[in-house]
């Protein structure tokens, strides 16, 4: 991902329906023949970000084989102490497979992770990076248990393999004109919101737009944007999707996220990552501690959740470290995407213990009770639960621990 312009686990339970979470099972089988689930603490879903296989419009653009796999092993340690490069121990995988998204669902689910919310791209009135999803992740054996929903990365998409200035290039203009929208959202709505998988909360298909301010403005102000994604709704329920439930991404550059979500009618609010926070507490360099910032989140979290008029769905943010995107730094400062901070001491314990935090937030509602993770494989920005030589499976033994502890915690009653 960028900034936009403007910004059940083994022991979990068997397959619920894709408007419930996958929760603790009962054992007694219901009458599909699956065992009936109870709510589970919450839904965890990880972003997932496609850009780990082979695609034909980065070919054209980077050269023949072409994926994001180089600038993670070719990242080196920019100061004293810096970990660099990461080593997946599932090596540079080609996502496209579904044998590799076989073991990637099947990990997550093992883990207490319900679903993948896939960074979705769009342009030139066509799909990009779907390889991951189309030829993979749908493809996985164990994808029947598990849960897919699109959040559309509806932004400028900008030479940053690697960035040679806080001003790169861009490559494929953002997709933000009403007439590419409205082809988006057919090829959504046509190609994935019916699927068995496609994660629905509340019985609604859920949907995000990640670049909130540069769609409203691309289709001609709020009320135009509102519009257009009434239109989507409209076009959704008569191809029998039923209803959907629109999320709007918000970012320290939004002033007010409670009028955005009013005018644009969307359904939800959530950040992408903790760096798009207001104040988010990354006020030292070349690091900043992860436990600081996480102090920040859960003010965040009750501000945003005490304050909108639409429910907020929390972020836990596994870390931050774009450098692998970086050519030289100066070091005298934070210069803007991607030299910026990073997080130090986001250990698996310390990734835990903000899961915790975000499941005891939502463990109090009656609906709503959802937390996304940035993220499953966003190696170049140093934000991944995918197994890595320093930690092993660390963070994902991190996020079953704090999923089983909310379960737990729930059915005794003090959550």
Sequence with gaps: ????????????????????????????????????????????????????????VNVRMHGAGWTEWPLVRGARPRFAGHVQPKQPLWGAADEASPAVAGRAVGAALDHGIDGFLVDWYWY????????????????????????????????????????????????????????????????????????????????????????????????????????????????AAAAGVGELHLNGVTTFQIDDPGAMATRLGFDSVTHYTWWHHPDAGFDSFPTTDYRRVHDRARQVWREFDGSLPVPYLPNVTVGWDPSPRTTDWDMRGEDGYPYTSLLAGNSPEAVGAALRDALDLVAARTEHRVVTVNAWNEWSEGSFLEPERQYGFGYLEAVRAAVRGAAGARRGGTA
């Excluded at 019985?203 to 009320?223: E, L, R």
């Design 1 to 56: 991902m960028t900034v936009p312009t403007q910004g059940g686990a083994a022991g979990f339970g068997a397959a619920a329906g894709p408007d419930r979470p996958l929760g603790t099972g009962s054992g007694a089988a219901g009458r599909d023949g699956r065992p009936p689930q109870e709510p589970g603490p919450a839904t965890v879903l990880a972003y997932y970000y496609p850009q780990w296989h082979v695609d034909e």
């Design 124 to 235: 030139d009135n066509r799909p990009f990076l779907n390889g991951a999803l189309d030829g993979g992740l749908l493809r996985a054996e164990r994808m029947p248990e598990f849960r897919f929903a699109l959040m559309w990365a509806n932004h400028d998409w900008n030479d940053l393999y690697p960035a040679r200035s806080v001003r790169p290039a861009t490559l494929l203009p953002a997709p933000n004109t009403r007439y590419h929208a409205r082809c988006a959202f057919r090829h959504v709505i046509e190609r994935y919101l019916t699927h068995p998988s496609y994660w629905r909360i509340g019985g609604a298909a859920y949907f995000s737009i990640y670049d909130v301010p540069a769609f409203t403005a691309g289709m001609g102000g709020p009320a135009a944007a509102a519009d257009v994604l009434a239109g989507f709704r409209a076009a």
